[in-house]
């Protein structure tokens, strides 16, 4: 994968928009748009809440929740920090303090599921095997921190058991119908990706359960952390996805060359094009 696609497959944006091409993913897609005040405006007429976030980023950096709340009155959380506004202007004046010039994004706010009054979402891995068919080797809940708005586990979010976090929502066999349709979006979501970019191996995809259950996709990460499932009592599921990530690894060192190679063959080139020049004929001075 070259540097142009790379920069591409970090764009929030873009993967959105490689992810809305196709029909059964579409429904699952939150309404995302470029940052702007009148986006921020529509979009919080529309929905109430809304999730302002970096366009490239990880581990929920620079995230904020904005609402706007009875009475014409906004709000914004960022980290553990909560701030009241009685005017737009002087909330969009305020966010502004974090967006600077870097391009964000405005996303539909999801009302989580909760687990213990704290907010949850689920992280699935979508990994090639050894054929290099996609499979989802794994599934994780991701507990929110009590005061923060990410569940991220390098922002406080604690990985626990998924069925941990569903059994007081959903009986046993619908869980497991559950989990059988979110392996298959994520199936679905690699596969789709892959066609603009066919050499990746592996994609954790972010879903937010709404209270109807409807499987929302908040984002898709493809350089999912694999070490999260090592926090799981049972390590079969860490031992298939770590397992999994190494061949991922194994194939990447192969199919890209070293630095030191591509330097050597340049250094190669350079010396070849000075022997050649000085084997050159010098040209007759004409009498």
């Known amino acids: 994968m070259n540097s142009s696609q790379a920069q591409a ?11 809305l091409q196709h029909g059964s993913i579409k429904p699952f897609v939150p309404e995302t748009r ?9 979009m919080l007429e529309k929905y109430g809440m809304v999730y302002v976030k970096p366009e490239r980023g990880t581990f929920g950096k620079g995230v ?6 009875a009475g014409q009155r906004f709000a914004y959380q960022y980290e553990e920090k909560r701030l009241e506004f009685k005017h737009l202007d002087a909330l969009i004046t305020s ?5 600077g010039k870097k391009s964000y994004l405005i996303q539909k706010g999801i009302h989580l599921l909760r687990h ?19 499979e989802s080797t794994g599934i994780i809940g991701r507990l929110g921190h009590p005061r923060k708005i990410v569940t991220n586990y390098h922002s406080g979010g604690k990985p626990m058991a998924l069925e941990q976090l569903l059994k007081s929502h959903l009986s046993q066999s619908k869980q497991a119908e559950l989990v059988k349709k979110l392996n298959e979006l994520g199936i679905t979501i690699a596969t789709q990706l892959q066609k603009t970019y066919p050499k990746f191996r592996q994609i954790g995809v972010d879903i937010g359960l709404d209270h109807r259950f409807i499987p929302w996709i908040i984002e898709v990460n493809t ?12 390590k079969s599921m860490y031992r298939k996805v770590i397992s999994y990530w190494r061949l991922a690894n194994e194939k990447k060192k192969v199919a890209v060359p070293s630095k030191d190679k591509k330097n050597n063959n340049k250094n190669k080139d350079k010396i070849a094009n000075k022997v050649d020049h000085t084997n050159k004929e010098p040209k007759s001075k004409k009498g």
């Open 9 to 19: 497959l970090r764009s929030k944006w873009h993967k959105t928009q490689l992810l």
């Open 116 to 134: 213990q009054n704290r907010y949850f979402d689920i992280r699935i891995m979508v990994q090639r095997n050894a054929k290099g068919s996609w």
């Open 223 to 234: 350089k999912p952390d694999p070490y999260i499932f090592n926090q799981l009592t049972d």
């Open 95 to 99: 966010l502004s303090k974090h967006t």
């Open 34 to 42: 470029k940052y702007s005040k009148a986006n921020v405006k529509s």
């Open 64 to 69: 904020m929740k904005v609402e706007q709340e």
